[in-house]
């Protein structure tokens, strides 16, 4: 059986079989008898993700801890055979050392154009050590037989109290040029050779 269609030039007929349309429209139909496989909804993918991540992060933090374990007990001797200030050593040269990873994370992300994300790392990671991370340490050393304070030298104050307002001043438009950048290097290297000479 033929079915008949109007061309397009001429009003003319062109004829074609019935029988192969049919045929060609079933190959695109489904069978309903046939299993139609399922695939992994976004809500499950989002949940597994997020379990790895969390799995993660977990066996990094422990892997930090150790680290820094072995870090702060190989440092002593180093140190004391430089002869080291102590407060050179607890303000610069460790938090140097710890901090090689959020370092990598945020050129990273500077490299990314993710500026917002590099400042609010940086500040972020210094209000939480200073607001958070020193206090229960003082409170967790009151029930350990060596007391942790937070008496600082005047050398010291004066130079965190100046860190603290130029990066406030250079950060607080929201962005950050070369020469920002540079001068704030400066300043870092400024403040650990006062702590190195005249530190406590």
Excluded: C
Aim: aromatic share 8%.
């Amino acid at each position: 059986k033929q079915a008949t269609t109007p061309s397009q030039e001429g009003g003319e007929q062109v004829a074609f079989p019935e029988g192969n349309l049919s045929k060609d429209a079933g190959e695109h139909t489904p069978s309903p008898d046939k299993p139609v496989s399922q695939a992994a909804t976004p809500q499950q993918e989002h949940k597994t993700s997020l379990w790895r991540a969390v799995l993660l992060l977990a066996v990094a933090t422990a892997g930090v801890a150790v680290l820094s374990e072995v870090l702060v007990g190989s440092i002593e001797p180093v140190t004391e055979a430089l002869h080291w200030r102590p407060s050179f050593v607890g303000l610069v040269f460790i938090p140097l050392i710890g901090g090689l990873p959020e370092y990598f994370n945020t050129i990273s992300m500077a490299l990314d154009k993710r500026m917002n994300m590099v400042l609010a790392a940086s500040a972020g990671s210094s209000i939480q050590i200073a607001l958070l991370m020193a206090p229960i340490l003082v409170l967790v050393s009151l029930v350990m037989p060596k007391r942790l304070d937070l008496v600082f030298s005047v050398v010291e104050l004066a130079v965190l109290g100046l860190a603290t307002f130029l990066f406030g001043e250079i950060t607080k438009d929201g962005e950050l040029v070369w020469l920002e950048g540079f001068l704030l290097i400066l300043l870092y290297t400024m403040m650990g050779a006062t702590i190195f000479l005249f530190g406590s």
